[in-house]
């Protein structure tokens, strides 16, 4: 299946592909779909180099607007992607990791096996057209029926990590998106989330524990070639003009725990502007105690370090304004209307502006 298409052997089989056909129809026209073309190629062309021209022909790519962690590939081609993985990737390396773990699954056919133990012990195919919640729904109940068991996990791991070798990527990114994600659901877990944490139990119930994992990913990385390509500017490039709406849907998620462990994870201490402008978002949606106060200092570190971001000028000039500084968060909503002449808000703003009294 991974270089030509592959046809449904039996009966089991070809009710799977009608589902999976139809529930591609339904993804084509969902208001979630991400149609931006030029992230689609992008996202594209990462899983292209990581497991080849000729392999990655098979998938056909659709990027799905939710905040949660996840990816996955049903038998028929079709990959999905979540939005919140791209915002917790790090750079392309991490990305082309979870491509490639989910493109082995499909390439070893697990996501076909699992389907036949669930068919042995229930009507599948049932559950998959008539489950009721619409589109998301569906897909999260796709995610429960290929699951799969820790020992078809593990292969997909390990040539996850073949691919990333061959590829040229950093062999060590395989470890680390994925501890810094289970870090995050720890810490969700302190901070007594929830929608965060029940969302991750299901992806990786049936996944290796963290320990187990990392440790046998990153003794795996260190038997191949070192590599310092991680894609980590061409990364950011990318998913650059997405940045603030990823922001505004995790942060919508009010898990602020793991939100703020996560920012903290991708900064690993040195907090680029973006990630100022994502943890300053935070603070502001909370806006408790002292929150509004740091927010205001997150903003404006942001902008020292990129005057041109123009998403941390708007939050800043609305901190100020919250704080009864109306005169300097005039201006400094004028600087963001300056920045962003296109801005869908670019009404809304102005006329908080031009109202602000001093």
């Given at each position: 299946?991974?270089?030509?298409a592959?046809?449904?052997?039996?009966?089991?089989?070809?009710?799977?592909?009608?589902?999976?056909?139809?529930?591609?129809?339904?993804?084509?026209?969902?208001?979630?779909l991400?149609?931006?073309a030029?992230?689609n190629?992008?996202?594209?062309?990462?899983?292209?180099?990581?497991?080849?021209?000729?392999?990655c022909?098979?998938?056909?790519?659709?990027?799905?607007?939710?905040?949660q962690?996840?990816?996955?590939?049903?038998?028929?081609?079709?990959?999905?992607?979540?939005?919140?993985?791209?915002?917790?990737?790090?750079?392309e390396?991490?990305?082309a990791t979870?491509?490639?773990?989910e493109f082995?699954?499909f390439?070893?056919?697990h996501?076909?096996q699992?389907?036949?133990d669930?068919?042995?012990?229930s009507?599948?195919?049932?559950?998959?057209g008539?489950?009721p919640?619409g589109?998301?729904?569906q897909?999260?109940?796709?995610?429960?029926?290929?699951?799969?068991n820790?020992?078809?996990?593990?292969r997909?791991?390990m040539?996850a990590?073949d691919?990333?070798?061959?590829?040229?990527y950093?062999?060590?990114?395989?470890s680390?998106?994925?501890e810094q994600?289970?870090?995050?659901?720890?810490?969700a877990?302190?901070g007594?989330?929830?929608?965060?944490?029940e969302?991750s139990a299901?992806?990786?119930?049936?996944?290796?524990?963290?320990k187990?994992?990392?440790?046998?990913?990153?003794?795996a990385?260190?038997?191949?070639?070192?590599?310092?390509?991680?894609g980590?500017?061409r990364?950011?490039?990318?998913?650059?003009?997405?940045?603030?709406?990823?922001?505004?849907?995790q942060?919508?998620?009010?898990?602020?725990?793991?939100?703020e462990?996560?920012?903290?994870?991708?900064?690993?201490?040195?907090?680029s502007?973006?990630?100022?402008?994502?943890?300053?978002?935070?603070?502001?949606?909370?806006?408790?105690?002292?929150?509004?106060v740091?927010?205001?200092?997150?903003?404006r570190q942001?902008?020292?370090?990129?005057?041109?971001?123009?998403?941390?000028?708007?939050?800043?000039?609305l901190?100020?304004?919250?704080?009864?500084?109306?005169?300097?968060?005039?201006?400094?909503?004028?600087?963001?209307?300056?920045?962003?002449?296109?801005a869908?808000?670019?009404?809304?703003?102005?006329a908080?502006?031009?109202?602000?009294?001093?």
């Amino acid at each position: 299946p991974s270089s030509a298409a592959y046809e449904p052997q039996d009966a089991v089989e070809k009710g799977l592909w009608l589902e999976m056909d139809e529930a591609e129809r339904q993804i084509r026209a969902s208001k979630f779909l991400i149609e931006d073309a030029e992230l689609n190629a992008y996202v594209k062309a990462v899983l292209c180099r990581t497991v080849g021209a000729d392999k990655c022909s098979s998938a056909r790519i659709y990027l799905i607007r939710t905040p949660q962690f996840n990816a996955a590939m049903a038998p028929n081609g079709m990959m999905l992607v979540w939005s919140g993985l791209l915002l917790r990737a790090r750079n392309e390396a991490e990305l082309a990791t979870v491509l490639g773990h989910e493109f082995a699954h499909f390439e070893a056919q697990h996501s076909l096996q699992s389907f036949r133990d669930i068919k042995a012990k229930s009507d599948a195919i049932t559950w998959l057209g008539f489950v009721p919640g619409g589109l998301l729904a569906q897909i999260g109940l796709m995610g429960s029926v290929f699951r799969f068991n820790r020992e078809m996990e593990k292969r997909a791991d390990m040539a996850a990590l073949d691919y990333l070798g061959a590829s040229g990527y950093d062999p060590m990114a395989a470890s680390q998106i994925w501890e810094q994600f289970r870090g995050e659901m720890e810490a969700a877990k302190a901070g007594n989330a929830t929608v965060l944490s029940e969302e991750s139990a299901s992806f990786f119930s049936s996944h290796p524990n963290s320990k187990d994992r990392m440790e046998y990913l990153r003794a795996a990385a260190r038997r191949k070639a070192p590599s310092a390509d991680n894609g980590a500017e061409r990364y950011r490039a990318a998913i650059g003009r997405w940045w603030p709406r990823l922001i505004d849907d995790q942060v919508k998620l009010n898990d602020f725990a793991a939100t703020e462990y996560l920012l903290a994870g991708m900064a690993r201490g040195e907090w680029s502007a973006d990630l100022l402008y994502a943890r300053a978002e935070l603070y502001r949606a909370r806006g408790k105690g002292g929150d509004v106060v740091s927010a205001e200092r997150f903003y404006r570190q942001s902008v020292t370090l990129d005057p041109g971001l123009a998403e941390s000028w708007k939050g800043l000039g609305l901190v100020l304004l919250r704080q009864g500084k109306a005169m300097e968060g005039r201006r400094m909503l004028r600087r963001y209307l300056d920045l962003a002449p296109e801005a869908s808000d670019r009404a809304m703003i102005a006329a908080m502006a031009a109202e602000a009294k001093p």
